[in-house]
Each structure stands twice: as C-alpha cells, then as structure tokens.
C-alpha cells in the first residue's frame, strides 16, 4: 500500500554548526528513538465528501479509513533548504513491517496542490492571506498536523500587517496532531537522548579520562541578533571575567564546517550551549553535541532547569541560571576547569550511558524513514481505526507547555538585563515586524 503525505510548510532547521556528522543509526536491536504517545487513542469517522462550503471545526476533526495511496505535499516551505540538501521529490520511505510506503511531494504556495491530500503538515510561517486560502480547500477527510523544530516563539505562524498570530489555532480551527520535540506532542521527535547503559553489558568502574587541553570556554554561532534575548551580549559579558573564545559569525576566530572544526571545539572543557529563545522543552542539538561530539561540559540557558535535567544524563552540565550573577558563574567555572575532581564529577555519567544525537531534519516528518515511519504507525493506531473518535492535538496551544512557556530567561534579575524588551517574549506583539535568525 502506499501513503503519500502533503507537507503545507517547514521551517529550515539549521543543521549542526559544524556541519555533518554520523550522529545516529538504526543497528541491530536498538529502538526507535522517535518516540509516539499513545495515551487517549482515537479513530475516524466514514463521512461525505464536501460541498465546497466553509466546514465547521467538528468536521475538521473527522479523518476518514486509510487508504492504499495518500496523497502528500510541500505547501509552503524555504526552498533553498529543498534545493540545498538537493532533495530527489516526490520522495518514497518504506516502512518496516508493513507494506506501506509514504510518498512526501512538494508543491510550495499552491493551494490547489492539496486538494487531494490525505494528511498536510504545517511546519512554517504564512501569509494571512493564503492561510485563508488554504483553509477553503482543505477536505473533511485530511489530517493536519502541526511540525516544527523550532520553539514556539519562532514556531509556524500566521503573518500579517498588523503582526504575528498563531498558526490555525483558534475557535474556528484546531489541528488534529502534532509532531515536534515536546513530550506532549502525540508524536515525540526530539534533538537527542540519553540512553542508559544495561548493567548486564557494561561496567560501572569505566575510567573517566580528565580532558587534558588548556583551553576553558568556547562558543560557535553564526545567528548574532536574535530577537528573544540578547546571548550574544550575554557571553561577551562572561568574556569580560574568563577566557571565551568564539567561533563563527558572532567571534573573531572563523572555524570550518568540516571534521577540522570537530578537532577544534574538542579542545575546550566548557561549551557555551544557550539557545535562541526560553520555551518549555526547547532543548536543541547544540547541547546535545556539546556532550556528545564535543565531549565537554555544556553551559546552557533556554528552558528550565527541569527540563534539562528531566532529559540530561545526571550531573552533565552547568545552568547559567543558578549563580547569583556574571562574575559568580565565571568564578565557578574557572574554579571547576582547574580542579580535576571537580571537572571529571561532570563526566561521571559516561560510565553509566551515552548520549545519541538526532540531526536536526529527523524533527520533521518528511526526512528520514525512522520520521515518516513514526507518523505512519500514529496515524494507523489512532486515525485510520474507524472508531468513530475524532483525532484532536491534545497540546493547548495557548497552554503553559506550548505558546504559554516562553518567559525571560533565567529567574534572576541579572539575566534578565539580556532582555531585548519586555514583550521580546510574546510572539502576538505587532511590533515584532522582524523576523529574527534562529539556530
């Protein structure tokens, strides 16, 4: 059977800053690590075909049976990305244990391009006006759901002239599904993991090798002016009290994109992890290489300290948040870098599991077999069953977990002087005309 899936739009997920790497593989006897939540299954509902009008929000929640060929395609999307991973479309990912194949197509702003979909994903920013547009065509039968890899401030959107709204959340619309990182997404597509070692086949007395190089602190990005906060000005600051040396667009040393600049960022016991914006969960591939490939201590900001912990092997990294100001960090980190007991209490974890690294286009659906795969099985277990269940994303969009999340870093005053504005946080001001970079 095959299923062919439309995607209306994606965001382009920067990939890791150094470039390509063997993060992941699917070997013998390992798991999927995108994983799918069960809970509150529900089904479809048989239904008429539509008659052209406006449909209700009741009957957007209906999907219809599975089908031999679903129909699939790119609605709205950054084309360089397409055209730089130099993409083959349509694109066909067969899924184990199953006859089914899922064809991915890609048919950017055309909105009769999804009038045969079986499921359309949304993974972008979008005109008001086409929103509209597509929303006139949509079939009572298609699922729609909701991708993104970035946090929800950066997160698909409606863009208007009078600012930002969310993207089909409202009264008169909700999304069936989503798929992201978050652990309340229905399927959960997150940066890395840690995975504990079995005791059975790995000893808990493993050395731990005390990082040897001199250098303290490094920090590689290329996206300077963000618009959620200024971390930018935040490591210059640190800068000012401890060696910091910076890699890319944002410092004075260039760095290669290659296995060169792998052997560069290796040398450094500190890793300047902070991300983009402070969402609920929003926890990205940089501080998953920090511990993985760059085998340092990351130094994070972004979410909560809960959040990291709730997915960080134990003891790993150094939350920005805990100190009582800049100098106070700095004096702690150069206090850890000198001391050897201290430092390799960081890395005690790697004795007890290891830290898998997911590349930054498997948050998506539509990149990879295991993605695809992981959307498919959801789909069949709670959309395609005809149990008469309308299939209804179960994140509140407006919730404390999603758009609700996204505070001032940090709950320290001196952080917070990092702030851009006091609604730098708040994706419905309409003075936020500008789109930032992300990454």
Not at 86 to 97: A, L, N, Q
Not at 254 to 272: Q, T
Not at 394 to 419: Q, R, T
Request: aromatic share 14%; hydrophobic share 35%.
């Amino acid at each position: 059977m095959v299923i062919e899936y439309v995607i209306v739009a994606e965001w382009y997920s920067q990939l890791a800053y150094l470039g390509k790497y063997v993060l992941s593989s699917d070997q013998e006897g390992d798991t999927c690590r995108l994983c799918v939540n069960g809970t509150n299954a529900s089904g479809g509902l048989d239904i008429a075909p539509s008659n052209g009008e406006v449909v209700t929000p009741d009957i957007f929640q209906v999907q219809g049976v599975i089908k031999n060929n679903v129909d699939a395609v790119i609605f709205s999307a950054n084309s360089h990305w397409i055209l730089s991973e130099k993409r083959t479309f349509p694109r066909v990912f067969e899924c184990p244990g199953t006859d089914r194949t899922i064809t991915f197509k890609p048919s950017v702003w055309n909105v009769t391009g999804i009038a045969a979909a079986d499921v359309v994903i949304f993974a972008a920013k979008i005109s008001s006006d086409i929103w509209e547009e597509v929303t006139k065509v949509r079939e009572p039968h298609q699922i729609w759901v909701y991708s993104t890899a970035e946090s929800p401030y950066h997160s698909p959107q409606v863009r208007s002239s009078t600012g930002l709204k969310p993207l089909g959340f409202g009264q008169d619309f909700l999304f069936n599904m989503s798929f992201m990182y978050h652990s309340k997404s229905e399927v959960v597509a997150p940066f890395g993991a840690y995975i504990p070692f079995e005791m059975t086949k790995h000893e808990r007395n493993v050395e731990i090798t005390y990082k040897k190089p001199i250098h303290m602190v490094a920090w590689a990005s290329s996206h300077c002016n963000t618009v959620f906060w200024n971390r930018t000005g935040f490591v210059e600051s640190l800068s000012s009290y401890i060696p910091v040396h910076k890699y890319g667009t944002c410092g004075n040393n260039p760095i290669s994109r290659g296995f060169a600049g792998l052997k560069i960022l290796k040398r450094y016991k500190f890793y300047i992890a902070f991300e983009n914006s402070c969402c609920s969960e929003y926890i990205t591939e940089k501080f998953w290489q920090a511990l993985a490939i760059f085998e340092s201590v990351p130094i994070v900001m972004g979410p909560s300290k809960a959040d990291y912990k709730r997915v960080a092997p134990p003891n790993s990294f150094v939350f920005a948040g805990d100190f009582n100001d800049m100098k106070d960090l700095a004096r702690y980190i150069r206090r850890v870098a000198n001391n050897e007991t201290l430092y390799n209490k960081y890395h005690e974890w790697r004795k007890y599991g290891q830290v898998e690294i997911y590349k930054s286009i498997k948050v998506y659906p539509f990149t990879s077999t295991e993605s695809a795969c992981s959307l498919l099985n959801y789909l069949e277990q709670h959309a395609w069953k005809g149990t008469n269940q309308p299939l209804s994303m179960k994140l509140d969009p407006f919730g404390p977990e999603w758009l609700g999340s996204c505070k001032p870093c940090g709950n320290k005053e001196w952080i917070h002087i990092f702030d851009l504005s006091n609604n730098a946080y708040n994706p419905f001001v309409s003075t936020h005309t500008k789109w930032g970079k992300l990454g």
